[in-house]
C-alpha cells in the first residue's frame, strides 16, 4: 500500500491542475505509478512525464533495447512495479524469455547476444558504480552511434527518477501481477 493516497483522479485535482492532470492522461491514457504521487507537488509530473515521453517516444533506441534498459534496472533497484509495468511490453518487443530470465534473476548475462549483454551490462555498470567501463562503453557506441549513448544513458537516468519515487512512496506492483519481479 503506497504511503500516502494516490491522485489517480484527474476531477479530484484542484482547478489550477486540470490541465497537468490531462496532459498525463493525454501521453499515458491514465494517471497511475509515480505521477499519481508525483501530482502532489504542482508541475512536477508533468515535466517528469514530458521528460519521460521524449525519451521512449523520441529516441533512437528500438523498443527492445529501451526495455532491456528498463528491466535491467528494475531488477537492480528491486523496483516490482516497473518490472511489472514492462516486463509483457518488453516481450512484446522481441526482448527474447533468455534476456529476461538473465535480467531477473542478475545473471551473468554471457551467452546472450552482443547487444543484450552489452545494454545489461552497461546499465549494471552505472546502476550500481556510476560509471560504465571503457570496454563496454566503447563496443555499445562502435555499434551505435553517440546520439544512441546518450539515450540510454538518459533512458537509466529516468527510470532511476521513476523508480525512487515508487521506492520511497512504496508504490508497487498489483498482487495479483503474474510476473512479478523476485525480490
Known amino acids: 500500500m503506497p504511503r500516502i493516497p494516490l491522485l489517480t483522479d484527474k476531477d479530484a485535482l484542484p482547478a489550477d491542475q486540470q490541465a497537468e492532470g490531462q496532459a498525463i492522461i493525454d501521453t499515458l491514457h491514465s494517471i497511475r505509478g509515480p505521477f499519481a504521487i508525483l501530482l502532489r507537488s504542482?508541475?512536477?509530473?508533468?515535466?517528469?512525464?514530458?521528460a519521460g515521453a521524449h525519451v521512449r517516444l523520441q529516441s533512437s533506441l528500438t523498443m527492445a533495447e529501451r526495455e532491456t534498459v528498463?528491466?535491467?534496472?528494475?531488477?537492480?533497484?528491486?523496483a516490482t512495479y516497473e518490472w511489472a509495468a514492462h516486463v509483457?511490453?518488453?516481450?512484446?518487443?522481441?526482448?527474447?524469455?533468455?534476456?529476461i530470465e538473465v535480467m531477473r534473476h542478475g545473471a551473468d548475462p554471457k551467452g546472450l547476444q552482443d547487444d543484450e549483454h552489452d545494454i545489461i551490462t552497461f546499465v549494471r555498470q552505472l546502476a550500481r558504480e556510476n560509471?560504465?567501463?571503457?570496454?563496454?562503453?566503447?563496443?555499445?557506441?562502435?555499434?551505435?552511434?553517440e546520439?544512441?549513448?546518450?539515450?540510454?544513458?538518459?533512458?537509466?537516468?529516468?527510470?532511476?527518477?521513476?523508480m525512487a519515487i515508487n521506492g520511497a512512496?512504496?508504490?508497487?506492483?498489483?498482487?495479483?501481477?503474474?510476473?512479478k519481479l523476485p525480490v
Not at 169 to 179: S, Y
Open 70 to 78: 528498463i528491466l535491467t534496472l528494475a531488477r537492480e533497484k528491486n
Open 147 to 162: 546520439r544512441w549513448v546518450v539515450e540510454i544513458t538518459a533512458t537509466v537516468g529516468q527510470y532511476c527518477y521513476i
Open 131 to 145: 560509471r560504465v567501463a571503457k570496454d563496454v562503453f566503447d563496443a555499445l557506441l562502435g555499434r551505435h552511434d
Open 88 to 99: 509483457g511490453v518488453a516481450r512484446k518487443n522481441g526482448v527474447r524469455d533468455e534476456a
Open 169 to 179: 512512496f512504496e508504490v508497487q506492483a498489483a498482487p495479483d501481477t503474474p510476473d
Open 42 to 50: 504542482p508541475g512536477l509530473a508533468q515535466k517528469v512525464m514530458e
